[in-house]
């Protein structure tokens, strides 16, 4: 038998043990809330009847791996700014979607690349627009936020931030892919800025996007967006994906939005601020308000594209109204799905 002190000792070690662990509540220790997750990869015109099928499982297998990323953080306890941040990162190194290294041509013939993600919990936000040669700008985006007093910075001197900031750089070769190359001269054929169909087995004739929205368990919400924009863009165009309350928002009052479609249109709709306003000031269902903004609002000014968001109590909402949407998303139950088509049922359709 153990003598009394001894035992008295163990009691009080084990105690402080658990008053310490119990006191450890910081961003990376399990919660118990729900968690949800959901990603986009672009909307545009997507036609089952001329995908390659070959590459239509690459791209799905891709989804799915971006989602599972942001997930695996999110069950670890992590925290949601994490979670999108690695999705994102994800569907950047993929060739397949319109960011990071799958970053469509401007009309000179390079990759200039916008992104941005919001912290819900306390309303921080960094962005980057118009920048090069960076292989992650999702990185560089939270960069500003976390390293810099700004919100946004822009072409030269974000890259010079960049350098400071010690961010990984890939040179023009990494940016490559024949097909956004091919995009780029059918566009200069068509002196088009929007379109981006040479190559007609991808379905996303259009431009597209990457983005990702995400609650954790310790109820904070992030959105995370990145983009390459327009195939020919010319004149230091930017998008909707770097402006905060137009591609992206997160507020843990309301919702987190990432959004991908025709930027112009989005940004004179203010998208992302709109669905997540409806819903705190209106007391808008997250469905509801994103039917409303999506559907209604955006059609009647002829804005095409979608949005993905999750809520505080973990619902979800993708809606497009494009002909397809690559995304994917975890609902706060487990369920996985991934999707492309209108009718590939994803949660929160
Ligand atoms: N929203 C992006 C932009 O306008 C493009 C897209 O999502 O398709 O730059």
């Known amino acids: ?49 001329e995908m390659d099928r070959q590459l239509e499982a690459q791209i799905r297998g891709t989804l799915l791996e971006a989602v599972q990323a942001g997930h695996h953080v999110l069950r670890l306890g992590g925290s949601s700014l994490d979670a999108v941040e690695a ?10 979607f319109n960011a990071g290294r799958g970053a469509v041509f401007n009309s000179e013939g390079k990759n200039e690349m916008d992104a941005s993600i919001m912290d819900g919990s306390n309303l921080q936000a960094g962005a980057v627009a118009g920048v090069h040669n960076i292989r992650n700008p999702i990185l560089l985006a939270r960069r500003v936020m976390t390293h810099s007093p700004h919100v946004m910075l822009a072409g030269e001197g974000a890259v010079s931030f960049a350098r400071e900031q010690g961010i990984e750089f890939a040179d023009d070769d990494y940016f490559y892919t024949e097909r956004r190359w091919q995009q780029l001269q059918q566009a200069k054929q068509d002196a088009d800025v929007k379109s981006a169909h040479a190559d007609a087995k991808y379905p996303d004739r259009w431009m597209s996007t990457v983005g990702a929205v995400a609650l954790d368990s310790h109820g904070n919400l992030a959105a995370a967006t990145s983009t390459g924009g ?19 928002y997160a507020d843990n009052r309301s919702c987190a939005v990432s959004a991908t479609g025709h930027g112009e249109f989005f940004i004179r709709a203010t998208v ?23 559907m209604g609002e955006l059609v009647r000014m002829g804005g095409e594209g ?32 991934v999707g492309i088509y209108k009718d590939d049922a994803a949660a929160g359709e």
Do not use: W
């Open 230 to 248: 327009m195939t020919n863009k010319r004149y230091g165009r930017v998008g909707d994906s770097p402006i905060i309350g137009a591609g992206t």
């Open 306 to 337: 979608g949005i993905i968001s999750v809520d505080a109590k973990g619902n979800l909402a993708l809606v497009f109204n494009s002909q397809g949407m690559y995304r994917a998303s975890v609902d706060s139950a487990g369920d996985i799905r």
């Open 1 to 49: 038998m153990l003598p009394i002190q001894t035992v008295r000792l163990l009691s009080f070690t084990c105690l402080l043990a658990m008053a310490m662990n119990a006191s450890a509540e910081t961003p990376g220790d399990a919660a118990n809330g729900p968690i949800a997750i959901a990603i986009h990869a672009g909307a545009g015109t997507m036609n089952p009847d």
């Open 272 to 294: 992302a601020r709109d669905i997540c306003a409806r819903v705190q000031y209106q007391g808008a269902s997250l469905q509801q308000a994103t039917d409303d903004v999506v």
């Open 87 to 96: 999705a994102v990162k994800l569907l950047e190194d993929s060739p397949h």
